[in-house]
């Protein structure tokens, strides 16, 4: 979508027909060396194309129109057709069929609602919650909150200022071009066409995210930035400032109202107690487009070793797995049945009880240094997606991730996390955004109570 705005900019906009020809012909070279750029890359760093867990675009496009969402990923939605053993022929009839059934449920009164829906939930914060909360940094034993995880709510709501300010300029200068016919720069007319061409393909068309709105960003602040250079801002601020001058004691006070009321009504996020996970260890999950199941011989045992740094955590392993009757791995020839799942706490030569899920009891796992063992119990070979294979990827660098013992391409799905209750936001990050606001309320009232020294009217002074 972006380069598609880029081509419609430099045929609108392009001076000379060898200057629109260059550019083209700049801009094409580009996207090639991109395009083979990344096969390269992708050799060099060993990664090879599975063919049988290709997953088809149409697959995101029938999430966008799920009625029971707001477009979003659907855990269900996102694996419908998803089950080992179907082509990708096979997955995009079924979502095809999906898609139409889904279309013919809605009115045109109904579908608008919904894209109405999935705008809103993309764009409706300004910054990003859903993919980017419960983010850790640190090292494979100590692994540390982001500050998104610990100061997200806050950053959100001190950002909707900033973020209807940005919004608001950047529609009323669009609105003054259009209203005037007045010439748009290029670089706008760009930001335009790039910003409404992500938001017609993520709303019109995929599923959405809060961060597909990011893509966005760049663009508006282009736009604001033009818009702050034309808006006659002192000119605007002296005008409202002579009406507003009499009566600014009357609006702080209705102001300072407006925020101690807001910060009464929503105190209750600092005492209210919220379920929280801290994860020490997380390893891969299920490949988020399926993956080639790994085969585990009879009677054979994988053993992975690591270490927990906290007490009273509880582990959670992907514990499914199938036997087969035949080579075709058909739905039909499959027989599920679980793994058997053994954990040693080494150092204090206990064995940690696991059960027919994969999981332990709440609150089991202390510090000390783990043993984890799979074990097929049958006669015959079985197949799981509770191991990655990341095939001839060397993740060895990587101290995050721990792979089986004499297998470094086979990765176990586990999470060992320290369950404890907290409130969405801390009395002192509450308290100080409060503050932050009741300062600017105190600096722009002074500012218009001092306007006529602060600013001057005369304009050519400036």
Request: net charge positive; proline share 3%.
């Amino acid at each position: 979508m972006i380069i598609i705005a880029l081509l419609i900019t430099i045929v609108l906009m392009g001076q000379t027909l060898r200057q629109k020809f260059v550019q083209i012909s700049i801009l094409i070279a580009t996207v090639i060396v991109v395009y083979f750029g990344s096969s390269v890359i992708q050799t060099a760093q060993r990664y090879e194309r599975n063919n049988q867990v290709v997953t088809p675009a149409t697959r995101y496009i029938n999430m966008g129109l799920n009625p029971n969402t707001s477009g979003q990923i659907d855990g269900n939605d996102a694996w419908l057709y998803e089950q080992p053993g179907r082509t990708p022929k096979e997955k995009n009839r079924l979502y095809l069929s999906s898609i139409k059934r889904r279309l013919l449920n809605y009115s045109v009164g109904s579908l608008s609602e919904h894209f109405l829906k999935k705008a809103t939930y993309m764009y409706g914060t300004g910054l990003t919650i859903q993919d980017f909360f419960y983010w850790y940094a640190g090292n494979k034993n100590n692994l540390e909150e982001s500050i998104l995880d610990r100061f997200g709510v806050t950053l959100v709501n001190g950002f909707q200022f900033f973020y209807i300010l940005l919004s608001v300029m950047t529609f009323v200068f669009l609105w003054r071009h259009l209203k005037n016919k007045r010439s748009i720069p290029p670089v706008v007319l760009f930001s335009v066409l790039g910003v409404l061409g992500v938001c017609a393909f993520q709303v019109g068309l995929w599923e959405v995210r809060d961060r597909y709105s990011l893509l966005a960003v760049p663009f508006t602040v282009f736009i604001f930035s033009y818009a702050l250079a034309e808006l006659d801002i002192v000119g605007w601020i002296s005008r409202f400032g002579s009406v507003l001058k009499q009566d600014v004691i009357r609006y702080f006070i209705i102001s300072t109202g407006l925020l101690v009321f807001g910060y009464l009504s929503n105190y209750s996020l600092t005492t209210q107690l919220v379920e929280k996970n801290n994860v020490s260890i997380h390893q891969p999950y299920v490949a988020y487009a399926g993956q080639s199941d790994v085969k585990i011989k009879a009677h054979d045992k994988l053993k992975i070793t690591f270490d927990v740094e906290t007490t009273g955590n509880t582990g959670i392993f992907y514990n499914s797995a199938y036997s087969i009757s035949s080579d075709s791995k058909s739905q039909q020839a499959k027989k599920y049945l679980p793994l058997q799942i053994s954990l040693m706490n080494t150092t204090l030569h206990k064995s940690i009880e696991v059960d027919s899920n994969g999981n332990t009891k709440a609150n089991t796992m202390q510090k000390g240094k783990y043993v984890l063992t799979l074990t097929n119990p049958t006669n015959q070979a079985i197949y799981t997606q509770g191991i990655i294979d990341i095939g001839k990827a060397d993740f060895s660098f990587n101290s995050l991730y721990r792979s089986i013992s004499g297998h470094p391409e086979l990765m176990p799905v586990m999470t060992v996390a320290r369950s404890s209750q907290n409130t969405l936001v801390s009395k002192k990050q509450y308290n100080a955004i409060f503050t932050l606001l009741f300062v600017i309320l105190c600096i722009i009232t002074y500012m218009f109570r001092k306007k006529d020294k602060i600013l001057p009217l005369n304009k050519s002074k400036i």
